[in-house]
């Protein structure tokens, strides 16, 4: 089963990279919406358009003062503005080889796996492998996906990533990539599911994305905690 990052259906994949960058793209989906139209996440109304223009929601408006505020120690600024065209436009925030993204990838992992006892118990469960998207599907594929390990123990859960044209791939998306997909994301809620023998199978190895994404997501936020974010950037 492959597991994606940045939601379930084609087209938020696509534009996964963008939503990331640009505070979940609240922004430029409200400008593009119809008038009138509301955007909802968490029962609380992200924007809206009034006349033309856009109005955004409290939830809106935390996320970008939230931005402003984590990027500043790294990019000298709060200014939101500033900070989108920097990340999307500073070339000296992006990779300049696929060698260069697997390595921070794998020692994210590694340094994940290490302050894993500190934060959970210690649980018996499969590793998990790092691995290239194969060239032939890199092209059209997501920034990253995992697969669960197999219920025998014959093959690892893996983290997969791509490195087509890693001059378009940013640095500071990478590590909470990693933490999403594999420890203490994706790779420790399945290879842990699967030792629950007490269980029914479709609990075990079902994939529910409501449940799965948000705790992808929530193991990007749960990063800081544990201390294992490299740089500001990240």
Same mark, same amino acid.
């Not at 893996?158 to 890693?166: A, C, D, K, Q, R």
């Not at 998306?173 to 029914?200: I, M, N, R």
């Not at 609990?203 to 201390?227: H, K, S």
């Given at each position: 089963?492959?597991?994606?990052?940045?939601?379930?259906? *084609? @087209?938020?994949?696509?534009?996964?990279?963008?939503?990331?960058?640009?505070?979940?793209?609240? $922004?430029? !989906? /409200? &400008? %593009?919406?119809?008038?009138?139209?509301?955007?909802?996440?968490?029962?609380?109304?992200?924007?809206?358009?009034?006349?033309?223009?856009?109005?955004?929601?409290?939830?809106?408006?935390?996320?970008?003062?939230?931005?402003?505020?984590?990027?500043?120690?790294?990019?000298?600024?709060?200014?939101?503005?500033?900070?989108?065209?920097?990340? *999307? @436009?500073?070339?000296?925030?992006?990779?300049?080889?696929?060698?260069?993204?697997?390595?921070? $990838?794998? !020692? /994210? &992992? %590694?340094?994940?796996?290490?302050?894993?006892?500190?934060?959970?118990?210690?649980?018996?469960?499969?590793?998990?492998?790092?691995?290239?998207?194969?060239?032939?599907?890199?092209?059209?594929?997501?920034?990253?996906?995992?697969?669960?390990?197999?219920?025998?123990?014959?093959?690892?859960?893996?983290?997969?990533?791509?490195?087509?044209?890693?001059?378009?791939?940013?640095?500071?998306?990478?590590?909470?990539?990693?933490?999403?997909?594999? $420890?203490?994301?994706?790779?420790?809620?399945?290879?842990?599911?699967?030792?629950?023998?007490?269980?029914?199978?479709?609990?075990?190895?079902?994939?529910?994305?409501?449940?799965?994404?948000?705790?992808?997501?929530?193991?990007?936020?749960?990063?800081?905690?544990?201390?294992?974010?490299?740089?500001?950037?990240?």
């Amino acid at each position: 089963k492959e597991v994606c990052a940045h939601g379930c259906s *084609r @087209g938020a994949r696509e534009r996964g990279r963008d939503q990331r960058v640009d505070a979940a793209g609240l $922004v430029g !989906e /409200a &400008l %593009r919406a119809p008038r009138h139209h509301e955007y909802h996440a968490g029962g609380d109304r992200v924007a809206h358009r009034v006349d033309g223009g856009t109005v955004l929601g409290p939830q809106a408006q935390r996320l970008l003062l939230l931005l402003g505020e984590r990027a500043e120690p790294a990019l000298g600024t709060a200014d939101v503005a500033e900070v989108v065209d920097r990340l *999307r @436009g500073d070339l000296s925030l992006r990779y300049e080889s696929a060698d260069q993204i697997l390595t921070d $990838v794998t !020692e /994210a &992992l %590694r340094r994940a796996e290490s302050a894993l006892p500190a934060a959970f118990l210690d649980y018996d469960i499969a590793p998990c492998s790092v691995e290239v998207i194969p060239p032939a599907a890199a092209k059209g594929s997501t920034l990253a996906y995992y697969t669960v390990p197999a219920s025998d123990g014959s093959r690892p859960g893996t983290h997969w990533v791509n490195t087509y044209e890693p001059a378009s791939r940013a640095r500071f998306e990478y590590e909470a990539l990693a933490f999403h997909e594999s $420890v203490p994301g994706h790779h420790l809620q399945f290879a842990l599911g699967q030792t629950l023998d007490g269980l029914p199978q479709f609990r075990r190895f079902a994939y529910v994305t409501a449940f799965g994404e948000g705790w992808g997501l929530y193991t990007e936020w749960l990063g800081t905690i544990m201390d294992i974010y490299e740089t500001p950037y990240e």
